[in-house]
T-cell receptor, first 112, second 112 residues
Framework: NAGVTQTPKFRILKIGQSMTLQCTQD?????MYWYRQDPGMGLKLIYY???????DKGEVPNGYNVSRSTTEDFPLRLELAAPSQTSVYFC???????????FGDGTRLSIL | AQSVTQLDSQVPVFEEAPVELRCNYS??????LFWYVQYPNQGLQLLLK??????LVKGINGFEAEFNKSQTSFHLRKPSVHISDTAEYFC??????????FGTGTRLQVFP
């Protein structure tokens, strides 16, 4: 079972570059989430989606965009990379909002 | 607004000793509570969850937690730890929104 798959696992960007972090799940989950994890902190929610075509902001959405054209995919886009976006990014999904979330293995992103 | 406080950032313990990782939450509504574990360079895995019912919840790998509504606590316990339990542990609360609120994590370090 693949579960939640994130690509790439590692990436280094220059300031001002753009990139898309990919996330796909094969569990037919309606709910999908993007988090960032900074050292010594818990996870902070960036964006989430309750189904295809529906997205909403989390705690720290500035500097990011998302789309949800299919149930399986929930890409996260950085338009103008900044050093403050250096972090580990996790994608997660759940079948219902009351159910536990399943996490991908993360993308380690460094902005230099 | 909901919040989660993990009282210990690090907990060192010897193998086969018991351990308790403390978690307190604040919420004005009914909550759902979770403990997740994160092994190095991996995503988060669900250890256990409290949605309703019995206040003593048993999870994977011999862990259990007790929901105490009067003390607003959800402490995680294991009677005898193993080296392989070395990881970061996150207490998580979900209240009346679709969003999870993560604690800052407790690093459990098990020594031989």
């Amino acid at each position: 079972n693949a579960g939640v798959t994130q690509t790439p696992k590692f990436r280094i960007l220059k300031i001002g570059q753009s990139m898309t972090l990919q996330c796909t799940q094969d569990m037919n989950h309606n709910y999908m989430y993007w988090y960032r994890q900074d050292p010594g902190m818990g996870l902070k929610l960036i964006y989430y989606s309750v189904g295809a075509g529906i997205t909403d902001k989390g705690e720290v959405p500035n500097g990011y965009n998302v789309s949800r054209s299919t149930t399986e995919d929930f890409p996260l886009r950085l338009e103008l990379a900044a050093p403050s976006q250096t972090s580990v990014y996790f994608c997660a999904s759940s079948s219902q909002k009351n159910q536990p979330q399943h996490f991908g293995d993360g993308t380690r992103l460094s902005i230099l | 607004a909901q919040s989660v406080t993990q009282l210990d950032s690090q907990v060192p313990v010897f193998e086969e000793a018991p351990v308790e990782l403390r978690c307190n939450y604040s919420s004005s509504v009914s909550v759902y509570l979770f403990w997740y574990v994160q092994y190095p360079n991996q995503g988060l895995q669900l250890l256990l969850k409290y949605l309703s019912g019995s206040t003593l919840v048993k999870g994977i790998n011999g862990f259990e937690a007790e929901f105490n509504k009067s003390q607003t606590s959800f402490h995680l316990r294991k009677p005898s730890v193993h080296i392989s339990d070395t990881a970061e542990y996150f207490c998580v609360v979900r209240g009346d929104t679709d969003k999870l609120i993560f604690g800052t994590g407790t690093r459990l370090q098990v020594f031989p």
